[in-house]
């Protein structure tokens, strides 16, 4: 087994170290000093092309999967650790609108419904830079009906169908990029009747 990374893999991880070593770095210390998000390293993600990483190439992004994203953020993690933590929000978010759910059997119109909106959440990384957070960690464990044979529990996060899209609410207790993400990618649970699986919600909401 080979193990050396591939070209197109070691310019990408030229391409995070020299943004981690010249320009994450250095202003790492303020960061931290002065608890704020680390707004730059965003502006110098979003210049070298690296929001879309994870983006398929036929919506403008390099199309990296997930072994490749692991070695860019182990070079910008040596920069700024808080960076990459919040980077890997987003790109585990585009994983999932990608290469992840195209492994998942989905009834046709879904599948259609699903790639229309992937390419419009895509142009909006590539095109204007927008980045996503995850705020998946919820406070309190729901009652036993909520819990999971295979351990674990559904999310407490409701979504109520309205004219015009979705009424979501849910409590959050940690949200990684919380005020300075564009959009929160949340899983929520319709409400209505039906087995949970198949009211299952993956949704993006705009800050």
Request: with cysteine; aromatic share 10%; charged share 25%.
């Amino acid at each position: 087994m080979d193990l050396r990374p591939t070209s197109e893999q070691q310019q990408l991880i030229n391409r995070a170290y020299n943004l981690a070593s010249k320009r994450f770095a250095p202003r790492a210390a303020e960061y931290d000093r002065n608890a704020t998000f680390p707004e730059e390293d965003y502006i110098d993600l979003r210049d070298a092309g690296l929001l879309g990483l994870c983006v398929p190439k036929q919506h403008g992004g390099l199309e990296a999967d997930f072994e490749t994203y692991c070695l860019v953020s182990e070079q910008l993690a040596q920069g700024n650790a808080s960076t990459a933590l919040t980077y890997n929000m987003h790109t585990l978010v585009m994983l999932f609108m990608g290469e992840i759910i195209q492994n998942i059997d989905l009834p046709q119109n879904v599948r259609q419904r699903h790639d229309e909106l992937s390419e419009q959440r895509y142009r909006q990384v590539v095109e204007q830079g927008v980045f996503y957070a995850q705020p998946h960690s919820e406070p309190v464990e729901s009652g036993s009906a909520d819990k999971l044979q295979v351990g674990g529990r559904r999310f407490g996060t409701r979504a109520e169908r309205i004219n015009g899209g979705y009424l979501v609410n849910g409590r959050k207790f940690f949200v990684s990029s919380a005020g300075a993400a564009d959009f929160y990618a949340t899983p929520a649970l319709l409400t209505g009747d039906g087995p949970w699986e198949e009211r299952t919600l993956y949704l993006s909401i705009p800050r």
